[in-house]
């Protein structure tokens, strides 16, 4: 070993060839970027269908989903250099613009499809704030109660207990965020005892899968449409017939992801969306 070399090393040079070098911790790591890769593709699916009128401003929600996959990618950068405490505070940034999406979702619901409610002004006025850069101080429990009161969503929220699980997480967040306690800060790898850091990743993987598809979930029931693949406009843009129910096919991508991490909400969530939607899995 070169200790000269070594010496000469920061913290975070160490930690990365650490981590390079551990099975268990690249491959959590390799799970992540498989969510990342699944953002993408959500975001190539959603173009040009997620444009929003809120007010006199139309705007597009693709500037939110590319910000929050580039968010992932970030939280990835710190896992690969064991920065935990930074993983997490981006996490609750992942979490946050998420949900703030499906907000935004809930929104434009609201206003296409019911009368303006004082719930749905407050949201209106949160949202031109938002577009304006000076919305402050909404807090994640507002966005996540406004969400959660929807009539589309209402009862898979109480069904699933998301309320509770949200709660646990935003506390853990909150613990990274703000440095509650000694176990919430950036460490050195060598501190780490046997395979904790691996778990750690692992938690943190398991978290954002959470998120996702509970973000996915929700996403699901208030606009279909943004799961819809392809198929139906490709045969319209070919000037061919598309086959009867094809507006209901799922893009395949999605389908996967639900299959794959559904089971952390409820194994039966994609029966429930069978029931629920028109959608076609």
Known sequence: MDFHKLSESSIRQLNQNMIAQNEGCKKAISEMRIIERFLNDFGFLSFGRDFVLCGRQVFSLQMISTSFELTVGSIISCCESGCMADAYSLLRKYRDDLFFYL??????????????????????ENIEKWIANNLNDLQIGAVLKDIGQYQRTKDAVQKYNLKSYFKTLGEKLNNYVHSNGVDFYNRNVNSFQEDALQRQLESLLKDMSF??????????LCSP??????????????????????????????????????????ENCMKYLQENTSMKF
Request: aromatic share 18%; charged share 25%.
């Open 103 to 124: 907000y935004i979702v809930v929104y434009d619901s609201y206003d296409k499809f019911e009368k303006k409610t004082q719930t749905v002004l407050k949201m209106e």
């Open 211 to 220: 998120i996702t598809t509970t973000f996915l979930f929700l996403l699901t």
């Open 225 to 266: 449409l943004c799961i819809m693949s392809t198929d139906y406009v490709d045969y319209l843009d070919c000037n061919m017939t598309p086959p009867e129910g094809s507006q209901y096919w799922v893009a395949p991508f999605v389908t996967d992801f639900f299959k794959k991490n559904v089971d952390l909400i409820d």
